[in-house]
């Protein structure tokens, strides 16, 4: 998989407690309740998939409930929005540094995937139909002078 990382911004949403121990505590309860009611059982009105990363620096698994919108069979479509903060978040920097170690739960299955980032034409695309399904994408975009990257995960064969 090949990523041209998207740079930081120099404007964004704060993002406070981000990382901090109530965060994390937060992140698995909502990973727990998503895997017990099934997609989109982590926040109401959102399909959402556990993304499993390799941490870029400590090379831990690293787990992160995100939405999601499916783009045909057996491929998604994630957003680093970050909520429209000035950086990517960690997530995407393991994603970017261990490419080829990516897991996603959905639907209660398992699928190891394959990455890449959208860029032109294709991601302009998948931006159009991500903020149509959830205006929420594109008020994260004014947040931020970034260019908030999109992610196809395709299940690998």
Excluded at 22 to 49: C, D, E, F, M, Y
Excluded at 100 to 116: H, L
């Amino acid at each position: 998989m090949a990523f041209e990382k998207t740079p930081s911004g120099t404007r964004g949403q704060r993002m406070p407690g981000v990382g901090s121990p109530v965060a994390k505590w937060l992140n698995k309860q909502l990973i727990r309740r998503n895997r017990r009611k099934g997609s989109g059982g982590g926040v109401p009105g959102q399909n959402t998939l556990v993304l499993t990363t390799t941490g870029a620096k400590t090379g831990q698994p690293r787990e992160t409930l995100l939405g999601s919108f499916p783009d045909g069979d057996d491929a998604w479509l994630i957003v680093a929005s970050f909520g429209g903060n000035a950086k990517n978040p960690a997530w995407y920097h393991n994603l970017a540094a261990h490419p080829d170690q990516v897991q996603i739960e959905i639907g209660g299955r398992k699928v190891k995937v394959t990455a890449a980032q959208l860029s032109g034409a294709d991601r302009a695309a998948a931006w159009q139909r991500i903020t149509a399904d959830n205006n929420r994408y594109a008020g994260y975009a004014t947040k931020t002078d970034r260019e908030i990257p999109v992610i196809r995960l395709t299940a690998a064969a």
